[in-house]
């Protein structure tokens, strides 16, 4: 029995990761491609999970029962380890991948940049255990989905991550295809290979006696997807210098930069000058 109160609880906890994730990269939101990114991934999240579910059903047509089922039943050991990573891992990341790719071809502008690859591809993630995890609340309660809403969207998170160091790096060697190709199809395997390891390891063992390893696991993401991040930053330089002021001194910059010299904030990209200068200006005249 749940009440009205355990669903308020629910949903909280459920728009937790995104919520954490919105307030960490907060001061990033000043830049109105980044922004985008984070909300187009949100949406292009939502058809993914929606094109995986679709898909899943020859699928499950064919194992006759649902995947999850399939993948808890008695088997081989590696029967269980290829379904989890040719398809749960495969079909996931792959339409995972497909919706953020989507978001950086619409975005004309940026679209390329690291940052907003690694960005679209985490709002990718995160809508899409979001809508994972209601799903799994209503298929099987909320005792069964609360243990695992942190660790499902780390997860996710992460290997959305993973897979957008190597898109981006691929997007930055666009101009010798067969190099993109190949990153960008080592990012989806790589991406495949570790969430279906992962579910391979939830599923086989109970999540109680493998807490160690899960929680080392999701440690040693959360420093890769740090790393991943600072790294998106780095390449992150502006073609052209531009017109900025620094959203927290005021202070002005003429440089190819993101973040004021000063204090370290989001610089804002300005179209004309303040007043006061344009004012000494004509004085001057
Ligand atoms: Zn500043």
Redesign the pocket.
Known sequence: MHSSFDDIVFAIILVFPIVIFYAILQKHWLDKDLRKAFWNGIIAGCFSIFLVRVIYVPIELYLGGEIRAFISAPREWYITLIACIGIIGFVEEGFKTLGAHIVCCLNREGGFRPTFVFISFAGCALSFSFLENIQYYIVYGASVVLPRVLVSSLAHLSFACICSYFSSSAFLLIKSPVKTAFLLNIGILSASFLHGLFDYLLFKYSIMVISGIILAMLSFALFIMYEIWIQALKKDIPPMGFLAV??????LTVDRIRF?P????R?RKIDTLPTIIKKSDTDGN
Do not use: H, M, N
Request: a positive charge.
């Open positions: 620094c959203s927290s001194c005021r202070a004021c000063f204090c370290g904030k610089v």
